[in-house]
């Protein structure tokens, strides 16, 4: 007997056989034997209470039932077949059409026997309840590893006793040493636990079981998309001694092949940054380039251009705590060409090559950050750099030395709100920069403007200024020296509150919001004003059962906008031509030998939308992301 039974976003078409019910001894699941029952996983609580609403049932479950290696491999969670048998005189008994659980695993058997004899084959059946006990099963089949695309790593390991023996029923306690939240896990038949999906940090571990005495692994650093293995080891003894083991434990990724590297805290911090921009620290990695292509302009943007292993900048995915940062030119950054934060963010990890598919559309590097939170502890900095040109020097062409100077300061903020429930993080960056940069300009020179010129020529030309750094011989052209100054404001803040709901569940909730204003007077008339503003939203919220249920739903919101305009610098006399407002933008007149007159872009104007509301849960998930980009050049 076949059977098709969709559960919406599962399909599972397999063979639905049927059972003999009889005392004898009956064919094991070994091979695939026609006596066939479909079984599946439920919660202790709900094994318990089907045992003791069915007293008539013994089930006898060969071990690789599920056809599942002794760490429960999601791949071949699919259920092969079990074997049952009803006890002598009760055949017949209604008990014996119900859900049967058994084993410390909590296998289940699902049939009907309306009418059963021994011997007699029945068809089975899945009814509406059942359906339902099935899909919920699916999430607590298998440890759920953390998901690739979240910041967070799991830690994971064995507790044995002293001859090596496996303990299972231990209870596994890991701490966050800096907010003291914790979480309890109980170690499976095999002795296994696993901690999935847990934010960056120090943690310490503790596995005590009755009889032995209890064993605690401090000083565990876990970091951005990596799994620590800690295996404990009880020894015989009063549970109330204590044995303290401080040290790393080794950190693995057995889920992907993928390569890159990890920027940690200490990098971040101590390593010099001009300009303060974190990405550009993705350098380190090997693979990894900062390029000029493309340069900064409103068709190439205007963010950090990374190379990865040799791809165009424009093939990155940047993200902040899973959030997408990339703007409408698939960059990060802002007018100014950084990506403040180094305050806030924790670390990030730099993956450059076979990575999971969930990064789809980006053939470069992935740029995978995480947010600092608040601690149990007040926490803070304050800072401010300074660089001017007291200690520059003139370059050959500098008449005399431009002017030069930087302040970039700010602080950041972080503590509990209730301790060990509730904390918070904010930070505020600020760049506020005088550039100075000497041009050189060819233009007309007084002979050029003599003799008989169009008069509709004449107010154009009118409009260079003189030489004033002499004239090429034999020409009637010459060198115009300017200094000019382009300035850079920019103001970035961040704002993150992390709540622990109970012992399985957790909230953040994170704002970002960069401003940034560059105004560039450095063509010959005309100046460039350009402003980005951008917004990053991401909410989580994880549930975790045990080892064997996470359930990780995230909302993210991105935007950017970028407004740009050309000016007629201070000065600058211009005739009147048909446009109805000059500072839109002023048409581009070129003549040959002469420095061109005008922009070459006009009032451009970029807005980005992205929505990505996701769910995702054990390695399947969904992810859905809208975005607009809406221009006006």
Known sequence: M??????????????????????????????????????????????????????????????????????????????????????????????????????????????????????????????????????????????????????GGSISGTVTDGTGGVLPGA??????????????????????????????????????????????????????????????????????????????????????????????????????????????????????????????????????????NGSRYTANLFTLDGTSLNDQYSQAGSASGNVLGVEAVREFQVLTNSFSAQYGHHTGGIVNAATKSGTNTVHGSVFEFH??????AKNHFDAIKPPFQRNQFGYSLGGPIVRGKRFFFTTYEALHERLGATHLFTVPSESARGGTVNPQIQPYLQSYPLPNDGVFFGTARGEYRRVDQRSTDEHYGMGRIDRQLNAANQLFVRYTLDDARVDDPSSLVVGSRLKTRTQFLTAEHTMIRGSSFLNRVQFGFTRSRLDGVDYVLDGVTLPRTTFTDITRGIAAIGVTGLSQW?????????????????????????????????SDV
């Open 2 to 151: 076949r059977s098709s039974i969709d559960f919406g976003v599962l399909k599972y078409d397999g063979h639905r056989g049927a059972g003999y019910f009889s005392p004898a001894a009956a064919p094991t699941c070994a091979g695939d034997s026609p006596a066939v029952e479909d079984c599946w996983l439920l919660p202790q609580p709900a094994a318990a209470a089907a045992r003791a609403q069915t007293p008539a049932i013994q089930s006898r479950v060969s071990e690789p039932c599920f056809g599942m290696s002794s760490s429960s491999d999601w791949s071949n969670l699919w259920p092969r077949h079990v074997t049952h048998r009803v006890a002598p005189g009760q055949l017949g008994n209604p008990t014996a059409g119900r859900r049967v659980f058994h084993g410390p695993t909590n296998r289940v058997l699902v049939y009907r026997a309306p009418s059963v004899e021994e011997g007699r084959m029945v068809p089975m059946r899945i009814g509406g309840l059942r359906i339902v006990a099935f899909t919920l099963s699916l999430f607590a089949a298998a440890p759920a590893p953390a998901l690739a695309q979240s910041t």
């Open 171 to 308: 209870t596994v306690v890991v701490t966050h040493t800096e907010t003291s939240v914790a979480r309890t896990l109980v170690t499976d038949a095999g002795g296994r636990y696993v901690a999935p999906n847990l934010p960056p940090g120090t943690y310490a571990v503790k596995g005590t079981l009755e009889g032995f005495t209890a064993v605690v692994r401090s000083g565990i650093t876990l970091t951005v998309g990596r799994d620590a293995v800690v295996d404990l080891r009880l020894t015989v003894g009063q549970i109330s001694d204590q044995i303290t083991v401080v040290g790393e434990a080794r950190t693995i990724d057995t889920k992907t092949a993928s390569t890159g590297g990890l920027i940690s805290t200490d990098q971040i911090e101590g390593l010099p940054l001009n300009g303060r921009s974190f990405v550009e620290l993705a350098t380190l990695t090997p693979g990894v380039q900062l390029t000029q292509s493309g340069g900064q302009s409103t068709s190439t943007g205007f963010g950090a251009k990374l190379s990865v």
């Open 387 to 392: 660089r001017d040109d007291a200690f520059d």
């Open 598 to 630: 005008g922009g070459d872009t006009t009032n451009p104007k970029f807005h980005r939308f992205h929505l990505e509301p996701g769910r995702a849960q054990r390695e399947a998930g969904r992810r859905r992301a809208g975005a607009a980009v809406q």
